[in-house]
């Protein structure tokens, strides 16, 4: 079964710092668009960054610029998000997504992910 494994979540402070790491099952994912996606409580899953497979073009959503990145190493056939300055509105579900070779763009914000994990918790509360 293709799937993804995250790991890492926690609970920490506001302003705290979390490593979150995506590993995959069935599949090479150094081929593979990658994407970190969250779910807040009674709300939708949103993409929060995502990183692609060919030049290594990122995207983050407008509020966590500047305090997330995402990263790959390919050795080691993992990915990352390391978020910094976290805060309470971080809080949530994060899952990591794969997209196919295939089904690829430069534009991974637009592509469809297709594998998933269980999710990891972040809780960022006082």
């Known amino acids: 079964q293709l799937q993804t494994m995250e790991s890492g979540g926690g609970l920490v402070q506001p302003g705290g710092s979390l490593r979150l790491s995506c590993a995959a099952s069935?599949?090479?994912?150094?081929?593979?668009?990658v994407g970190w996606f969250r779910q807040a409580p009674g709300k939708e899953r949103e993409l929060v960054s995502c990183?692609?497979?060919?030049?290594?073009?990122?995207h983050y959503v407008a509020s966590v610029k500047g305090r997330f990145t995402i990263s790959r190493d390919n050795v080691r056939d993992m990915a990352y998000l390391q978020m910094n300055s976290l805060k309470p509105e971080d809080t949530g579900i994060y899952y990591c997504g794969a997209v196919p070779p295939a089904l690829s763009s430069r534009h991974c914000a637009d592509d469809e992910y297709d594998y998933w994990g269980q999710g990891t918790q972040v809780t960022v509360s006082a």
């Open positions: 069935g599949f090479t994912m150094k081929y593979y668009t």
């Open positions: 990183i692609n497979n060919s030049d290594g073009g990122t």
